[in-house]
């Protein structure tokens, strides 16, 4: 468990690099080439003079793949992380709002799906960058409706699938333009990124609106919420100084 953490820590340098989305990248692909139990044999993929082993690598350690290389599921496992942290500051460079850390792991799958010169350019990229709606993403991301990604077979579909479903999972903090220090184990910022109108969703929102009504009866509270809420941005970066209610 010790080394585990260290492994995590370690990765506080490069932005991106995520459990989740490391997880999320070795079970939708397919390290090559399987010779026996635990070894796998450097290979090349058609039109390209470089040998790749496991997940992709060029490099194994501190050498170049070879004509003959052969790795242990250990050895390409460390290379795939080795290769992601380059791979993750990239992706960084071109995302210019600030996410938590489950959509940071399903956009690493997903540029590593497509590959980061596709990635850039992108139409997925460009909504999360516009601060797009969560239904133009959905609608962008979701292999049910973007039906660019049935062209992919089951495995990419399921992959999409699971990239969105973690894109949209809740996190204990909610990245913001301006500083926010919820005071709550679950911030409630996390409630229109999650909701998907599903009963034990609806059955909850009732539930916290009955104890909100027991404690704000006459709905001023409330009310000053939601004036505050539906006030339109002066910017990205700033806010307008407001006045304190009592």
């Known amino acids: 468990m010790k080394s585990r953490k260290k492994q995590v820590d370690d990765w506080s340098d490069y932005p ?3 459990q ?7 079970r939708y692909t397919e390290p090559r080439i399987f010779l026996d139990v635990n070894r796998y044999a450097s290979y090349r993929d058609y039109g390209e003079s470089t040998w790749r082993i496991g997940y992709g ?9 070879g004509r003959s290389e052969t790795a242990t599921t250990a050895e390409i496992e460390k290379q795939l992380i080795e290769d992601l942290k380059d791979f993750s500051k990239v992706v960084n460079s071109y995302v210019f709002v600030p996410l938590n850390s489950n959509k940071k792991g399903a956009l690493l799958s997903f540029a590593h799906s497509i590959g980061i010169y596709s990635f850039k350019e992108s139409r997925l990229l460009h909504l999360i960058n516009s601060l797009s709606s969560k239904a133009e993403i959905i609608r962008e991301w979701s292999p049910y409706i973007n039906q660019i990604w049935i ?8 992959r999409r699938r699971a990239e969105l479903d973690l894109f949209y999972a809740a996190d ?9 220090k919820c005071k709550l ?3 409630l910022l996390n409630l229109a990124e999650t909701f998907n109108g599903a009963s034990n969703q609806i059955k909850a929102i009732e539930y916290l ?7 704000d009866p006459d709905g001023k509270s409330l009310r000053y919420f939601f004036r505050l809420w539906n006030q339109k941005p ?3 970066s700033s806010a307008p100084r407001l006045p304190k209610t009592d």
């Open 151 to 158: 062209c992919g077979g089951e495995r990419l579909v399921n």
């Open 57 to 65: 690598s060029k490099r194994i350690g501190k050498h170049i793949v």
């Open 234 to 236: 002066a910017g990205l």
């Open 209 to 215: 609106e009955s104890k909100i009504k027991d404690w």
């Open 185 to 187: 184990d679950y911030c």
């Open 172 to 180: 204990k903090e909610i990245p913001t333009q301006l500083p926010h």
């Open 16 to 18: 991106f690099l995520t």
């Open 20 to 26: 989740r989305g490391v997880e999320l990248i070795k």
